[in-house]
């Protein structure tokens, strides 16, 4: 039986084309309102999956050990962010010009967060400097790393490949510059040892302590992360192309204008966002997404714009 999930509202349904442009074959199932994917929790192996209505979120579940699901519903709450309260960050960003029109349309826009802090590092990492599509194909072949489930349930198999399953066999699947394939399985490697841990317990500058001195590990990188580890509501992104392409097009630059823009005036125009300026990235990556501006990362990593929703949004 479907469970209802609760939150705050407005919910802007947007999150699930994120995770949609993101889901890795094998591993995760997504549409426009719905996302799926296997999960190993400490009791054991499941699935589970978060679907809206309209309305309302439902959670569908199928664990080895029912004790597992206050962990499930917490992962789920902090994946889809719905201990976030819209009203002051709707708000705050929606008293920048150039942001007020997106903001009263697409209300109660939702940060993506992530299950496991070592999958998202190494997703981020695959994904530097490559199309977010580029990044799922990576990612699907990587996968066949990972153990296979034992609930499998309709294409969803098997789990993302854990980092000491990365380390061993990354090296043969991965693809593209030799010391970018080195970083990520050095990770990998550092975090199946333990020498390299991440998670909820991290604060933005601890997590910058512990990325930045890592070859192939930028400032993009440890925003990103903070953004889906830590579900860090302040992170702004400067030097990212799916960011400039947004705030320029909402401003009515043409795009040769908008890629024109320098990191220092971004940083200028989102001062007046703090504390939400996660939630302007959001609306800023949407806007490049909606428009095909997206396109690869540059030198400092740009970003993963959203998917649009549709003309209106």
């Known amino acids: 039986m479907p469970e209802s999930l609760a939150f705050t509202s407005p919910f802007e349904p947007g999150i699930f084309d994120f995770l949609a442009a993101r889901a890795v074959a094998g591993v995760e199932e997504a549409g426009p309102d719905s996302y799926a994917r296997t999960i190993m929790l400490a009791g054991g192996h499941g699935w589970f999956k978060v679907s809206w209505d309209g309305s309302a979120l439902w959670l569908e579940q199928d664990l080895e050990n029912p004790h597992d699901g206050a962990e499930l519903l917490s992962m789920v709450r902090h994946l889809f962010n719905l201990g976030h309260n819209p009203g002051p960050a709707d708000a705050a960003v929606g008293s920048h010009p150039a942001l007020a029109d997106r903001v009263a349309s697409l209300p109660g826009i939702r940060l993506p967060g992530c299950v496991d802090a070592d999958e998202i ?170 428009n095909g501006t997206s396109g690869r990362r540059n030198a400092a990593p740009a970003g993963f714009p959203a998917i649009a929703r549709g003309a209106s949004q």
């Open 121 to 290: 590092l190494i997703r981020a990492m695959v994904g530097q400097q490559i199309t977010v599509a580029a990044a799922r194909t990576a990612l699907g072949q990587l996968a066949a790393l990972g153990r296979e489930s034992r609930l499998p349930h309709a294409t969803m198999v098997r789990f993302f490949p854990r980092p000491a399953e990365i380390a061993a066999g990354g090296r043969g699947i991965l693809r593209g510059p030799q010391r970018r394939i080195d970083s990520i399985v050095a990770v990998a490697g550092m975090l199946a040892d333990g020498s390299l841990t991440i998670g909820p317990a991290d604060t933005v500058d601890t997590l910058a302590a512990k990325l930045l001195p890592i070859p192939g590990i930028g400032p993009w990188t440890v925003g990103y992360v903070a953004m889906r580890v830590l579900g860090s509501s302040d992170i702004f992104l400067p030097g990212d192309a799916a960011v400039r392409n947004g705030y320029g097009l909402l401003r009515g630059d043409t795009l040769a204008q908008a890629r024109t823009i320098k990191a220092p005036e971004l940083s200028r125009m989102a001062e007046q966002l703090r504390p939400w300026r996660s939630y302007a990235t959001l609306h800023l990556w949407r806007v490049a997404g909606e």
